[in-house]
């Protein structure tokens, strides 16, 4: 599903009104779209429904709102958080014809009027939030802090046009604060706000409300962001034909593991052997070697060379992940380098391999595909920034890295992005708060391993393997719960997972698409 941000949606809706549908029209279909969404997703409201406009289009869409659910015979009342002759272009025309048909409009600007709105919300059935759109990139201020605050204090379900009112429509951060609704009916796409972390807190549930942006202005914008959906994702999952053997899916190496983190080492074979591996070899320190013999029957070991055989070891591989519990020693570090600069195989860099190559140019010489999966703590050390800095542009920061090393980066955590050195990016709806537990990247590491392996390409095995890990997590905490789940539970669950989503890509799949943004 395409997402986009706040500029990329202006250029959509101004394309649009070049190209013959004038701008009035446009606000026409959106505020009857979000009524009927209202209608729909909070039905038989008892009490009347408040509108809150600000003084922009946002405003002359709630307008339009006001009219639709009032034609629908629901009671409506209009509140203005500017003063009418502040409302310009498509809006006072909207501000006008709800007028006409006799609406009210009551002046938020005078002493004492957040006040009266406060016990208007607390008679309210329904909030109707149309004050600020996706334009809005000022901390929020004065009267219209004022009002968000009621808004929110009221207790009524909230209905936002478009986005959340205080809401970064680029970040998902509220701009000082931000309304939080029940439900957001928005215009043309989402946006990429709406489905990143926290931003999904403050949207609710999500309806798209299609106001006839078309194919042409898309081609022409060309948004770089989508979110990531289970009919979509599955569609990459390569076949299996039915002469396959085990030379068919790929030999993934995985050099992990050192004293006191051997389990790293084990969760990350594992991953890649059940996310559909034909072979799978475990390459250990040598006096590491017998502990790991047998504890995962599916997969070999080998020792890692101590001189000379780095070579003989990353021969034949289809795919290496290399890092996961590995420690960060001089002999790690000689390793890791050698092991960048040599590796023509699709690589996935993990954990200590990062912090090896962080601060170094060995990301840029690599001559090989390459995948990294930071968390943002990781991130932040190849990025030379702290960690509130990512987190402020998690967007932002993964594509920063991916084009100035020309890797595909995983920036892991709640919505994990996925980034492309060519600038485009994809978001994760899948997972959940359980999966905050030592051992879950390292299976992610494993299982984009086994996915590149299989002939994937390295963007797309990261997608894929990004939600369906996330996917398998919701599984094992819809029948289990998230408290106490094992990075070793997402392991069982990977076979049933990718299955499910093979399933979801068929063209007769009812429903395939399994994950919503505020869902």
Same mark, same amino acid.
């Given at each position: 599903?395409?997402?986009?941000?706040?500029?990329?949606?202006?250029?959509?809706?101004?394309?649009?009104?070049?190209?013959?549908?004038?701008?009035?029209?446009?606000?026409?279909?959106?505020? &009857?779209?979000?009524?009927? /969404?209202?209608?729909?997703?909070?039905?038989?409201?008892?009490?009347?429904?408040?509108?809150?406009?600000?003084?922009?289009?946002?405003?002359?869409?709630?307008? /339009?709102?006001?009219?639709?659910?009032?034609?629908?015979?629901?009671?409506?009342?209009?509140? !203005?958080?500017?003063? *009418?002759?502040?409302?310009?272009?498509?809006?006072?025309?909207?501000?006008?014809?709800?007028?006409?048909?006799?609406?009210?409009?009551?002046?938020?600007?005078?002493?004492?009027?957040?006040?009266?709105?406060?016990?208007?919300?607390?008679?309210?059935?329904?909030?109707?939030?149309?004050?600020?759109? @996706?334009?809005?990139?000022?901390?929020?201020?004065?009267?219209?802090? %004022?009002?968000?605050?009621?808004?929110?204090?009221?207790?009524?379900?909230?209905?936002?046009?478009?986005? &959340?009112?205080?809401?970064?429509?680029?970040?998902?951060?509220?701009?000082?604060?931000?309304?939080?609704?029940?439900?957001?009916?928005?215009?043309?796409?989402?946006?990429?706000?709406?489905?990143?972390? *926290?931003?999904?807190?403050?949207?609710?549930?999500?309806?798209?409300?299609?106001?006839?942006?078309?194919?042409? %202005?898309? +081609? &022409?914008?060309?948004?770089?962001?989508? $979110?990531?959906?289970?009919?979509?994702?599955?569609?990459?999952?390569?076949?299996?034909?039915?002469?396959?053997?085990?030379?068919?899916?790929?030999?993934?190496?995985?050099?992990?593991?050192?004293?006191?983190?051997?389990?790293?080492?084990? $969760?990350?074979?594992?991953? =890649?052997?059940? =996310?559909? =591996?034909?072979? @799978?070899?475990?390459? /250990?320190?040598?006096?590491?070697?017998?502990?790991?013999?047998?504890?995962?029957?599916?997969?070999?070991? %080998?020792?890692?060379?101590?001189?000379?055989?780095?070579?003989?070891?990353?021969?034949?591989?289809?795919?290496?992940?290399?890092?996961?519990?590995?420690?960060?020693?001089?002999?790690?570090?000689? !390793?890791?380098?050698?092991?960048?600069?040599?590796? @023509? %195989?699709?690589?996935?860099?993990?954990?200590?391999?990062?912090? /090896?190559? &962080?601060?170094?140019?060995?990301?840029?010489?690599? *001559?090989?595909?390459?995948?990294?999966?930071?968390?943002?703590?990781?991130?932040?050390?190849? $990025?030379?920034?702290?960690?509130?800095?990512?987190?402020?542009?998690?967007?932002?920061?993964?594509?920063?890295?991916?084009?100035?090393?020309?890797?595909?980066?995983?920036?892991?955590?709640?919505?994990?992005?996925?980034?492309?050195?060519?600038?485009?990016?994809?978001?994760? *709806?899948?997972?959940?708060?359980?999966?905050?537990?030592?051992?879950?990247?390292?299976? !992610?590491?494993?299982?984009?391993?086994?996915?590149?392996?299989?002939?994937?390409?390295?963007?797309?095995?990261?997608?894929?393997?990004?939600?369906?890990?996330?996917?398998?997590?919701?599984?094992?905490?819809?029948?289990?719960?998230?408290?106490?789940?094992?990075?070793?539970?997402?392991?069982?669950?990977?076979?049933?997972?990718? +299955?499910?989503?093979?399933?979801?890509?068929?063209?007769?799949?009812?429903?395939?698409?399994?994950?919503?943004?505020?869902?």
């Amino acid at each position: 599903m395409i997402v986009v941000t706040a500029a990329e949606m202006r250029a959509l809706d101004r394309w649009t009104i070049e190209h013959g549908t004038p701008g009035r029209e446009l606000m026409e279909r959106a505020g &009857a779209g979000a009524a009927r /969404v209202l209608r729909e997703r909070l039905r038989h409201p008892r009490g009347p429904v408040v509108v809150v406009c600000g003084r922009g289009n946002n405003g002359g869409d709630g307008f /339009v709102v006001a009219r639709h659910l009032r034609r629908a015979r629901l009671p409506v009342e209009v509140c !203005l958080a500017a003063r *009418p002759e502040e409302v310009r272009g498509d809006a006072a025309e909207m501000l006008a014809a709800w007028r006409r048909g006799r609406g009210a409009v009551h002046d938020l600007t005078g002493r004492g009027r957040v006040e009266t709105l406060a016990a208007r919300l607390a008679k309210a059935a329904v909030v109707v939030d149309a004050l600020f759109g @996706t334009g809005l990139n000022a901390p929020v201020s004065g009267l219209a802090a %004022a009002v968000i605050e009621a808004v929110n204090r009221c207790g009524a379900p909230v209905l936002a046009v478009d986005i &959340a009112s205080g809401l970064s429509a680029d970040s998902g951060t509220p701009l000082g604060m931000a309304v939080r609704a029940t439900v957001t009916a928005t215009f043309g796409h989402p946006k990429v706000g709406q489905v990143m972390d *926290p931003g999904v807190d403050y949207t609710g549930l999500l309806a798209v409300v299609d106001i006839g942006i078309p194919e042409a %202005a898309l +081609a &022409a914008v060309r948004p770089r962001t989508s $979110l990531l959906e289970a009919r979509d994702v599955g569609r990459l999952l390569p076949p299996r034909p039915r002469d396959a053997h085990k030379g068919t899916f790929g030999h993934v190496l995985v050099i992990a593991g050192s004293r006191g983190k051997t389990g790293a080492a084990l $969760l990350a074979a594992e991953g =890649a052997a059940r =996310a559909g =591996a034909g072979l @799978t070899t475990l390459a /250990v320190p040598g006096a590491l070697q017998p502990v790991f013999e047998g504890r995962v029957r599916e997969v070999m070991t %080998a020792a890692l060379p101590e001189g000379d055989g780095l070579e003989a070891l990353l021969a034949g591989r289809a795919a290496i992940v290399c890092g996961p519990g590995l420690g960060v020693t001089d002999a790690t570090r000689g !390793l890791v380098a050698d092991v960048v600069r040599r590796a @023509t %195989a699709p690589l996935v860099l993990d954990a200590d391999g990062l912090n /090896v190559v &962080a601060g170094t140019p060995l990301l840029r010489e690599r *001559p090989g595909p390459t995948v990294v999966t930071p968390h943002p703590g990781e991130m932040a050390r190849l $990025l030379g920034c702290d960690t509130a800095a990512v987190q402020a542009d998690r967007l932002g920061a993964a594509r920063r890295l991916a084009s100035a090393a020309g890797v595909v980066v995983v920036l892991k955590g709640a919505r994990t992005i996925v980034a492309s050195p060519d600038g485009g990016a994809t978001i994760s *709806p899948s997972g959940n708060p359980g999966m905050a537990s030592g051992g879950t990247g390292d299976v !992610l590491a494993g299982v984009v391993g086994a996915l590149l392996a299989q002939g994937l390409a390295p963007f797309d095995a990261a997608a894929l393997g990004v939600f369906a890990h996330g996917a398998a997590g919701d599984a094992v905490a819809a029948e289990r719960g998230e408290v106490g789940l094992l990075a070793s539970d997402l392991l069982t669950a990977l076979p049933p997972t990718l +299955a499910r989503l093979q399933t979801a890509a068929r063209p007769e799949a009812p429903g395939g698409r399994g994950y919503r943004a505020g869902t």
